[in-house]
């Protein structure tokens, strides 16, 4: 049991190219979630998904995309990278979401650098 | 708006006691999680609160009080893995957890 999977560790990108990050749970959870985590900040939720099909935007959605085609996976997209998308970006999945007692499950993260 | 405020570091000595406060202003209370952060790695779940009152969890205890908007993370027996940041988060009425920007706690032989 993996639990929640992310690819790649660690990228550079130029501004203006586009990639994807890959997100996997093999836990058969219903909710994943995308947050970014800036120094000194919070975890912003930019994406989050329901259920297969299903995805609605966070607090932080712009210049990022998301599909969801299968319950155990949850691509991210960027686009047109900017500097302001440099961050630690993390993965999560849940059983429920909507069960208050319920708790989400990290992936490893994903170290982005826009230069 | 959403707000939840903790202190961004804390020092401590190993094998002494911390108390980590979290006070948050959010539309909704749907329970508060606290998780642990070492560096460099993913948040993992300590503990949960959704109702007034101490939760202890071996040398780890949760504390909430609605009423206040407050709750607090207490660390008993510090070990030196205890050095990480600790994330307080608020479940809002959406049940979408609403982030504080952690404490780090450093604690020292």
């Known amino acids: 049991n993996a639990g929640v999977t992310q690819t790649p560790k660690f990228r550079i990108l130029k501004i203006g190219q586009s990639m994807t990050l890959q997100c996997t749970q093999d836990m058969n959870h219903n909710y994943m979630y995308w947050y970014r985590q800036d120094p000194g900040m919070g975890l912003k939720l930019i994406y989050y998904s329901v259920g297969a099909g299903i995805t609605d935007k966070g607090e932080v959605p712009n210049g990022y995309n998301v599909s969801r085609s299968t319950t155990e996976d949850f691509p991210l997209r960027l686009e047109l990278a900017a500097p302001s998308q440099t961050s630690v970006y993390f993965c999560?999945?849940?059983?429920?979401?909507?069960?208050?007692?319920?708790?989400?499950?990290f992936g490893p993260g994903t170290r982005l650098t826009v230069l | 708006g959403q707000n939840i405020d903790q202190p961004t570091e804390m020092t401590a000595t190993e094998g002494a006691i911390v108390q980590i406060n979290c006070t948050y202003q959010?539309?909704?209370?749907?329970?508060l999680f606290w998780y642990q952060q070492h560096a460099g790695e993913a948040p993992t779940f300590l503990s949960y609160n959704v109702l007034d009152g101490l939760e202890e969890k071996g040398r780890f205890s949760s504390f909430l009080s609605r009423s206040k908007g407050y709750s607090y993370l207490l660390l008993k027996e510090l070990q030196m893995k205890d050095s990480a940041s600790y994330l307080c988060a608020v479940s809002d009425s959406n049940y979408q957890l609403i982030w504080g920007a952690g404490t780090k706690l450093i604690i020292k032989p």
């Open positions: 959010t539309s909704g209370f749907n329970g």
């Open positions: 999560a999945s849940s059983a429920h979401g909507e069960a208050s007692t319920d708790t989400q499950y």
